[in-house]
T-cell receptor
Framework: DAGVIQSPRHEVTEMGQEVTLRCKPI?????LFWYRQTMMRGLELLIY????????DSGMPEDRFSAKMPNASFSTLKIQPSEPRDSAVYFC????????????????FGPGTRLTVL | AQSVTQPDIHITVSEGASLELRCNYS??????LFWYVQSPGQGLQLLLK??????LVQGIKGFEAEFKRSQSSFNLRKPSVHWSDAAEYFC????????????FGAGTTVTVRA
């Protein structure tokens, strides 16, 4: 398996522009997570989905952020309009609940998207 | 809600020396506990996890961690560090029955000197 795939790996944009980050989870995983990592706040869970349905979006910072999962193999995180304080590394991770009670990984992380908003 | 504290922001260790990274958690019952490692420019990789049973957990890359309920701790250890162990390490806690939602510590950066 190719693992969790994220695109783009790097994104540089100007303040006010719309940014869309993409994630393809591991096939067969029914949970998908979006995290944001910054020096100031560390790794924060933004939102997670189960079977394509958003379960908890309490970590989404504000209305400028939105996430969708139209099918089991694709999710997007959108920021509109973007601001410099959104600059961070955004990670997507996937898992399936059964794995948590086994010796295998709990959440598989993608390589991240480094977002810079000028 | 669960939370994690990693008291050490940065640790420098000589190659071949032992390493111990501290992690303290806050949770009302026995949590699920994890250690992840992040190499520069990479995503997080699971080193080991504790759910129940033996309090000494063995992981990949020669790491182990010990769950101590009385101290609310889950410290990570490696007896002999290799230069490739230089990375950032994150402790995380998950709540049983809600264990897909993890709370991460701030991380500890490990530098390995020759």
């Amino acid at each position: 398996d190719a693992g969790v795939i994220q695109s783009p790996r790097h994104e540089v944009t100007e303040m006010g522009q719309e940014v869309t980050l993409r994630c393809k989870p591991i096939s067969g995983h029914d949970y998908l997570f979006w995290y944001r990592q910054t020096m100031m706040r560390g790794l924060e869970l933004l939102i997670y989905f189960n079977n394509n349905v958003p379960i908890d979006d309490s970590g989404m910072p504000e209305d400028r952020f939105s996430a969708k999962m139209p099918n089991a193999s694709f999710s997007t995180l959108k920021i509109q309009p973007s601001e410099p304080r959104d600059s961070a590394v955004y990670f997507c991770a996937s898992s399936y609940l059964q794995a948590i009670r086994s010796s295998t990984d709990t959440q598989y992380f993608g390589p991240g998207t480094r977002l810079t908003v000028l | 809600a669960q939370s994690v504290t990693q008291p050490d922001i940065h640790i420098t260790v000589s190659e071949g020396a032992s390493l111990e990274l501290r992690c303290n958690y806050s949770y009302g019952a026995t949590p699920y506990l994890f250690w992840y490692v992040q190499s520069p420019g990479q995503g997080l990789q699971l080193l080991l996890k504790y759910f129940s049973g033996d309090t000494l957990v063995q992981g990949i890359k020669g790491f182990e961690a010990e769950f101590k309920r009385s101290q609310s701790s889950f410290n990570l250890r490696k007896p002999s560090v290799h230069w490739s162990d230089a990375a950032e390490y994150f402790c995380a806690v998950g709540a049983p029955f809600n264990d897909y939602k993890l709370s991460f510590g701030a991380g500890t950066t490990v530098t390995v000197r020759a």
